[in-house]
């Protein structure tokens, strides 16, 4: 899969890899967060990311989360961290929608039922522009019954969601 943004100035491609590689680990670290090392969370069966690639350079990932609730499967997003410098040279919109789109299809695909995002800042993304852009979109939000994100080093919980799709 890959992502194409263009401008009146050219295009930028930016190629997604779903993974859950322990050499991919430290992909999260380009992003800013803090779960490269906990191997509990890498070793949750539901858990895995959508590293971005850029002239085969990390440029971010996202992390997904399958949790079940009452039933049905969800494909949760904490952590929707691309680089710095891909959010210097691609609107933060544009890129945030297309990953949205991405993680819906990828959602369909493996038969869940929707997209959630963590309303938390400190859980959606270490990115503001990010997060302005999630706040905008005015989403639907639900309360969950709580699921674990990670453990260290911090425990993180997703209770409150934005439903995505």
């Given at each position: ?13 930016v190629e997604l890899e779903l993974t859950k590689r322990d050499v991919h680990a430290p992909i ?50 904490p952590g929707i961290n691309p680089t710095l410098a891909l959010l210097e040279r691609t609107s ?64 993180y919980r997703v209770d409150d969601v934005w439903i995505a799709s």
């Open positions: 899969r890959a992502l194409v943004y263009r401008e009146a100035a050219g295009s930028l491609t999260g670290l380009t992003a800013g967060v803090c779960v490269a090392t906990d191997v509990e969370l890498w070793n949750t069966p539901g858990f895995g990311h959508l590293a971005l690639w850029e002239g085969g350079v990390c440029a971010g990932s996202v992390h997904l989360l399958v949790v079940e609730e009452a039933g049905a499967r969800y494909l949760v997003l933060a919109e544009s890129l945030v929608r297309a990953l949205l789109a991405t993680t819906h299809e990828l959602a369909l695909s493996a038969k869940l039922s929707g997209v959630w995002i963590p309303t938390s800042p400190s859980i959606h993304s270490n990115r503001r522009a990010v997060h302005e852009v999630l706040a905008a979109m005015d989403l639907p939000v639900r309360r969950t019954r709580g699921h674990a994100f990670s453990v260290s080093p911090y425990t």
